[in-house]
Nanobody, 120 residues
């Protein structure tokens, strides 16, 4: 059974930085890390950014030029570097990936989420 384990969340002052990690653990054939999402209290989950198989990235306008997604395929880990954090970035952050199963089909999976709180 594969799991995505997120870490790195916490409390930070506005203007500060945090680095989130998302690591695949357990038994799996292949993981394709896809991107990060976030959900603020009372709001729907929203896309933060995606990383394509090529390594290219796309970001929501609200985080562009402040957040950077990267991955280490050898470690089956994806990262979200967050700089110049704002109070409106406060949310639970989730990573998302596709897991290839024994039937060669890809199943979309989520991490458990990590809380990021930015104080003003």
């Amino acid at each position: 059974q594969v799991q995505l384990v997120e870490s790195g969340g916490g409390l930070v002052q506005a203007g500060g930085s945090l680095r989130l990690s998302c690591a695949a653990s357990g038994r799996f054939l292949k993981i394709n890390m896809k991107g990060w999402y976030r959900q603020a209290p009372g709001k729907q989950r929203e896309l933060v950014g995606l990383i394509l198989n090529s390594g290219s990235t796309n970001y929501a306008d609200s985080v562009k030029d402040r957040f950077t997604i990267s991955r280490d395929d050898a470690k089956n880990t994806m990262y979200l570097q967050m700089n110049s954090l704002k109070p409106e970035d406060t949310a639970v952050y989730y990573c998302n990936a596709d897991n290839r199963n024994s039937g060669n089909a890809y199943v979309n999976i989520w991490g458990q989420g990590t809380q990021v709180t930015v104080s003003s």
